[in-house]
């Protein structure tokens, strides 16, 4: 089964709207969790790094007044797209590493259309 | 940071025939190299992955390969069939301290029936 669950699947809303987007840690504690953003036909690229209890660390280019990232418990972060516009639409995609040397474990997504 | 490189962007294929991905990173630091295939609209699934202190792996018809010291490391695929058609993505990321993936551009993979 699913160890990480993202919600929503799938948003369609209109230029203006905040949206947010859940990723949760079903079965471990999470004290990190990656976002990331795929346009389409293209690859993902890490936007944030999501911290337990700190602020996030976002890559370079990706504003932290809009895309805002909360992660106030070890199984839930939450990614928040503030005043979307179109050219926010796209395929947004968190995951979870485990310790060491485990894969890390993608949630299903969420595809953001911005009308 | 890091930078992934794959090659090729897209790959077509007989049914039966051997496909090979390559990828190169650049830091040295990168010690777990995991491929994911994607399927349209969907999350990456991991498929094999390898680390730095093993230069070969195999599943069944997929096998990566690793060599440290040239930072390459590539995906083959025998045998292949239709239902291999996809998305290919390598990654590269380290093992400690902060462990994001590092993506390579993608291989489109057409598995020609």
């Known amino acids: 089964g699913a160890v990480v669950s993202q919600h929503p699947s799938w948003v369609i809303c209109k230029s203006g709207t905040s949206v947010k987007i859940e990723c949760r840690s079903l079965?471990?504690?999470?004290?990190?969790m990656f976002w990331y953003r795929q346009f389409p036909k293209q690859s993902l690229m890490l936007m944030a790094t999501s911290n337990e209890g700190s602020k996030a660390t976002y890559e370079q280019g990706v504003e932290k007044d809009k895309f805002l990232i909360n992660h106030a418990s070890l199984t839930l972060s939450t990614l928040t797209v503030t005043s979307a516009h179109p050219e926010d639409s796209s395929f947004y995609i968190c995951?979870?590493?485990?310790?060491?040397?485990?894969?890390?474990?993608f949630g299903d997504g969420t595809r953001l259309s911005i009308l | 940071g890091e930078n992934v490189e794959q090659h090729p962007s897209t790959l077509s294929v007989q049914e039966g025939d051997s496909a090979v991905i390559k990828c190169t990173y650049s830091d040295s630091a990168s010690n777990y190299f995991p491929w994911y295939k994607q399927e349209l609209g969907k999350r990456p699934q991991l498929i094999i992955d390898?680390?730095?202190?093993?230069g070969e792996k195999k599943d069944q018809r997929i096998a990566v390969t690793l060599n440290k010291t040239a930072k390459h490391f590539s995906l083959h695929i025998t045998e292949t069939q239709p239902e291999d058609s996809a998305v290919y993505f390598c990654a590269a990321s380290p093992t400690t301290g902060r462990r994001a993936l590092t993506f390579g551009s993608g291989t489109r993979l057409q598995v020609q029936p």
């Open positions: 995951s979870v590493p485990t310790e060491g040397n485990q894969p890390q474990h």
């Open positions: 390898i680390r730095s202190n093993v």
């Open positions: 079965d471990f504690q999470a004290t990190t």
